[in-house]
């Protein structure tokens, strides 16, 4: 388990939460999982989890309220050779353990309005993007 306080030891990696903490607040306990670290990564904050990725998880929230049902599954690739655009794979977390740093998040998200179901998928490189709210390029 690795030991993180509230980043990686830097104003770059923040822990990036895979579900919410947001979208898990009807108990305390709910919440409390969410931080985890089975549930984080080390997500660039600048233009990424910060931006882009944060105005995904919005986007989706706002399609529950459209919707019966909302499915999402979240998930990061490990770290990739062909990942040139990340100059670490790892991060040492506050005891100086080695953590991956993810290539790649995506999202698949399947909706249910009435008895027909509409699915999207995500796949974003962990990079920091100049385009903070165009998700299209993503899809």
């Not at 979240?74 to 100059?87: E, F, M, R």
Request: proline letters at 4%; charged letters at 20%; aromatic letters at 12%.
């Amino acid at each position: 388990q690795a030991v993180v306080s509230k980043s990686y030891g830097g104003k770059i990696y923040r822990r990036g939460h895979q579900i919410p903490s947001n979208d898990r607040v009807a108990t305390m306990e709910m919440n409390n999982q969410t931080f985890y670290f089975t549930n984080q990564t080390p997500q660039r904050q600048d233009k990424f989890n910060g931006a882009i990725w944060m105005n995904l998880e919005h986007r989706i929230n706002s399609w529950s309220t459209a919707s019966d049902t909302v499915y999402v599954v979240t998930g990061a690739v490990p770290p990739s050779d062909d990942a040139t655009w990340i100059k670490e794979k790892s991060i040492k977390d506050n005891d100086g353990k080695d953590i991956p740093i993810p290539s790649y998040y995506f999202k698949a998200v399947a909706r249910k309005i009435g008895g027909k179901y509409h699915t999207i998928a995500f796949w974003m490189q962990h990079e920091s993007t100049k385009s903070q709210l165009d998700l299209s390029k993503w899809q």
